[in-house]
């Protein structure tokens, strides 16, 4: 599975930012797909997973309230809607997929190359 995360940028606080990641190859081994984020100096944080029907989400406190995130299976892609940005939001945000065995066995982690999101105070 290869993935491919678009949308960052340069935004002011209290705005608002889309991100894609655009999934391919083997993607019908993928159970679900989150967002991570790693700001500069501190270690990489989940921000939020979904499920690979789409039917179960979780955030991180920080972000809960602020961010959707959204799978759209036909176009093998996943969005994280980030709204009310706060300049501690600003990471470089990794798109990550993970699927298991029959039995919970990791069979897949794969991770995108991360797309920059800077907000401004």
């Known amino acids: 599975v290869q993935l491919v995360e678009s949308g960052g940028g340069l935004v002011q606080a209290g705005g608002s930012l889309r991100l894609s990641c655009a999934a391919s190859?083997?993607?019908?081994?993928?159970?679900?797909m989150g967002w991570y984020r790693q700001a500069p100096g501190k270690q990489r944080e989940l921000v939020a997973v979904?499920?690979?029907?789409?039917?179960?989400?979780n955030y991180a406190d920080s972000v809960k309230g602020r961010f959707t995130i959204s799978r759209d299976n036909a176009k093998n892609t996943m969005f994280l809607q980030m709204n009310s940005l706060k300049p501690e939001d600003t990471a470089v945000y990794y798109c990550?997929?993970?699927?298991?065995?029959?039995?919970?066995?990791?069979?897949?982690?794969?991770w995108g190359q991360g797309t920059l999101v800077t907000v401004s105070s």
């Open positions: 979904v499920t690979s029907s789409g039917g179960s989400t």
């Open positions: 990550n997929a993970v699927g298991y065995s029959d039995i919970g066995d990791l069979l897949l982690d794969a």
């Open positions: 190859g083997s993607t019908f081994s993928i159970n679900a």
